[in-house]
């Protein structure tokens, strides 16, 4: 019977923390996966405001272009509800791309639907920032 043991710590790649075993490489679907639990929880409470401020706050039928003109004479609302545009598609883009990935199997498919898919996200969020930029 043979007894192996770990190498020494300088013949390792990558260090070992006691307990705790190898630390995962971080990559690119690491912070997509922490980005998505943070915008998540962002989500919840921007849009939880947007939604009280236009639909319960304020009458539905009092909200129109002269609501939002008015709203948007202060920089302070004009930057909340694009930070809530930008984590809306961010997150929502990111679900599709793990969608994608998931169930088109075909690499050259998988490419194709992921180029419409940035193209068309990458169009809305142009469009919504150049609404917010210049409306009023």
Do not use: C
């Amino acid at each position: 019977m043979a007894v192996t043991a770990d190498p020494p710590t300088a013949e390792r790649s990558t260090p070992v923390r006691p307990g705790r075993g190898r630390r995962p490489k971080q990559n690119v679907e690491t912070w997509t996966w922490f980005f998505m639990r943070v915008s998540g929880l962002i989500l919840i409470f921007l849009s939880l405001a947007h939604f009280a401020i236009t639909h319960i706050v304020n009458d539905v039928v009092d909200t129109n272009a002269s609501f939002v003109a008015e709203r948007w004479d202060n920089p302070l609302w004009r930057l909340f509800d694009w930070t809530l545009l930008a984590l809306a598609l961010g997150h929502g883009l990111n679900g599709v791309r793990w969608s994608i990935d998931d169930y088109i199997t075909s690499k050259a498919r998988r490419a194709a639907v992921k180029a419409l898919v940035y193209g068309t996200s990458g169009v809305l969020f142009a469009y919504g920032t150049i609404t917010i930029l210049t409306y009023g």
